[in-house]
């Protein structure tokens, strides 16, 4: 029996669709740009970030750190409220590719890390992008993030896929090689031209 080819998609969101960074919020908080780079690198870190993706609410993650670093507290109580600032806008072609499989048909899914309490107005904002979508995985909501296989496993269950039915793309390395070692087919995303060029050797759209 023929090995059945991907018919769906399923996206990473940020750095993706989006970008994102606490910088570009930040930058508009801190003038200074070695103040800036240490607030980003050391208060409002990657780890400390990871939290939200995790599940954790903001007003304990917030709380803690506002312990750690008191002197930077009305900077970090704008992280929930202005969070959608940290967004930098769309990724080149990737909203229109988004809308070419779309209008071509193909089923659209996403998988993201990304905070319960943050996602709702985040959604919102773009919300003539997202209801292209059949669903999305919200790691802070289901409490699993990537690249643990648990998530992807619950994704596609929610989908209504197998793994050899959906192409899969997110920036990050670890988060790839997890649904790769799933079965899913699986692109490190580089840009929406070499992206679409993958979805063309797939059949899903024309050259």
Same mark, same amino acid.
């Given at each position: 029996?023929?090995?059945?080819?991907?018919?769906?998609? /399923?996206?990473? /969101?940020?750095?993706?669709?989006?970008?994102?960074?606490?910088?570009?919020?930040?930058?508009?908080? *801190?003038?200074?740009?070695?103040?800036?780079?240490? $607030?980003?690198?050391?208060?409002?870190?990657?780890?400390?970030?990871? =939290?939200?993706?995790?599940?954790?609410?903001?007003?304990?993650?917030?709380?803690?750190? *506002?312990?750690?670093?008191? =002197?930077?507290?009305?900077? *970090?109580?704008?992280?929930?409220?202005?969070?959608?600032?940290?967004?930098?806008?769309?990724?080149?072609?990737?909203?229109?590719?988004?809308?070419?499989?779309?209008?071509?048909?193909?089923?659209?899914?996403?998988?993201?890390?990304?905070?319960?309490?943050?996602?709702?107005?985040?959604?919102?904002?773009?919300?003539?992008? $997202?209801?292209?979508?059949?669903?999305?995985?919200?790691?802070?909501?289901?409490?699993?993030?990537?690249?643990?296989?648990? /998530?992807?496993?619950?994704?596609?269950?929610? $989908?209504? +896929?197998?793994?050899?039915?959906?192409?899969?793309?997110?920036?990050?390395?670890?988060?790839?090689?997890?649904?790769?070692?799933?079965? *899913?087919?699986?692109?490190?995303?580089?840009?929406?031209?070499?992206?679409?060029?993958?979805?063309?050797?797939?059949? +899903?759209?024309?050259?």
């Amino acid at each position: 029996m023929a090995e059945r080819a991907p018919h769906a998609v /399923i996206f990473d /969101i940020g750095n993706v669709l989006f970008h994102w960074h606490p910088r570009f919020l930040y930058e508009r908080l *801190i003038e200074d740009d070695r103040a800036l780079d240490a $607030f980003v690198r050391d208060v409002v870190s990657p780890e400390w970030h990871y =939290q939200h993706d995790e599940g954790a609410a903001f007003a304990d993650t917030s709380a803690a750190l *506002i312990a750690r670093h008191p =002197q930077h507290a009305e900077l *970090i109580a704008a992280w929930a409220p202005r969070f959608n600032e940290s967004i930098g806008g769309a990724v080149a072609g990737m909203h229109e590719l988004v809308a070419e499989l779309d209008d071509a048909g193909v089923p659209l899914f996403a998988i993201t890390n990304f905070s319960h309490e943050f996602w709702p107005p985040f959604r919102a904002e773009h919300a003539a992008l $997202f209801d292209r979508f059949g669903d999305v995985v919200v790691s802070g909501t289901e409490r699993l993030v990537k690249p643990d296989p648990a /998530i992807y496993h619950l994704a596609l269950d929610r $989908f209504g +896929l197998h793994a050899r039915d959906a192409v899969f793309v997110d920036d990050n390395p670890a988060n790839v090689e997890a649904a790769r070692v799933l079965g *899913i087919d699986s692109e490190l995303f580089v840009d929406a031209p070499t992206f679409r060029a993958r979805l063309v050797r797939h059949g +899903l759209l024309p050259a």
